[in-house]
């Protein structure tokens, strides 16, 4: 290879790395420096002749202010996902954010409110009417009728408290009620007097429940652990517990299905 061929491939070499080196490194600087007519109406420290010979879009000058405004509310942080406003050509908002409607469901339940209670304290009283009367089955129905309708009114929560002693012989729903009429009054005579006479005995029925629980827990302590028997209950609860937890996910076997499965595999 001759001298001369040599300092041609030298310069072809030389010419391609400058090429290179400028569109990869200084061509992007370059872009980043130069303004475009959006970044000139996007910046504020542009002079007003300039905004006057490169017209900006009336829609992103009033984007762009709604955002600062926007932005210093937020604090020194700018919001990443700003919301842009809805404006026309004029740069007037379209949606009027400064008066807001009650939703109208909310509205008939204030004016209703008065009407309800009202309507629930008649029930009451016919539901009471007829506990005197002996007809339990009409006033449970009414009692419960008054409840829906009132389920925070302290002489209906005290109604359906005596109804569910006397009637259902039920103490601690009783005084479970007795107890959130209070909540509401706690200066109701009523529910004063019958939660202090429903309270000894509900707590007398948790005593028992919490000693019998004991008495089970001590007969199932003191079983062997190699009792067969115990072997067995806990290999059956192990089966009932895979075949409820399967049965969330869609359960294709049955519980004797299941068992055999487990004592194939």
């Not at 309507?119 to 009728?145: D, W």
Request: net charge positive; proline share 6%; hydrophobic share 40%.
């Amino acid at each position: 290879m001759s001298s001369s061929e040599l300092r041609m491939w030298l310069r072809i070499i030389v010419v391609s790395i400058t090429i290179s080196v400028i569109v990869q490194v200084l061509w992007p600087n370059l872009r980043n420096v130069t303004f475009s007519r959006r970044s000139l109406c996007k910046y504020g420290l542009v002079p007003d002749i300039v905004r006057r010979v490169i017209p900006c879009s009336p829609g992103l000058t009033t984007r762009q202010r709604a955002l600062e405004d926007r932005n210093k509310d937020l604090g020194y942080f700018v919001d990443p996902f700003p919301v842009e406003p809805w404006s026309d050509g004029k740069g007037r908002p379209i949606l009027e954010e400064e008066k807001t409607s009650v939703p109208l469901s909310i509205r008939i339940t204030e004016e209703r409110k008065g009407e309800l209670e009202a309507e629930a304290v008649a029930a009451l009283n016919a539901a009471i009417f007829s506990r005197k009367k002996g007809n339990m089955r009409k006033a449970e129905t009414i009692i419960q009728h008054a409840l829906a309708l009132a389920p925070n009114h302290p002489d209906i929560l005290t109604e359906y408290g005596i109804f569910v002693e006397t009637v259902r012989k039920n103490l601690v729903e009783a005084e479970e009620l007795y107890t959130r009429a209070l909540s509401y009054n706690p200066h109701h005579t009523e529910a004063l007097v019958r939660r202090a006479r429903t309270l000894p005995l509900v707590e007398e029925i948790d005593k028992k429940m919490l000693k019998a629980l004991r008495r089970k827990r001590a007969y199932f302590l003191r079983i062997p652990r190699n009792s067969p028997a115990l072997k067995r209950a806990m290999r059956e609860s192990y089966f009932m517990h895979v075949y409820h937890t399967v049965a969330i996910e869609g359960n294709t076997m049955t519980l004797v299905q299941t068992r055999y499965y487990h004592f194939l595999y």
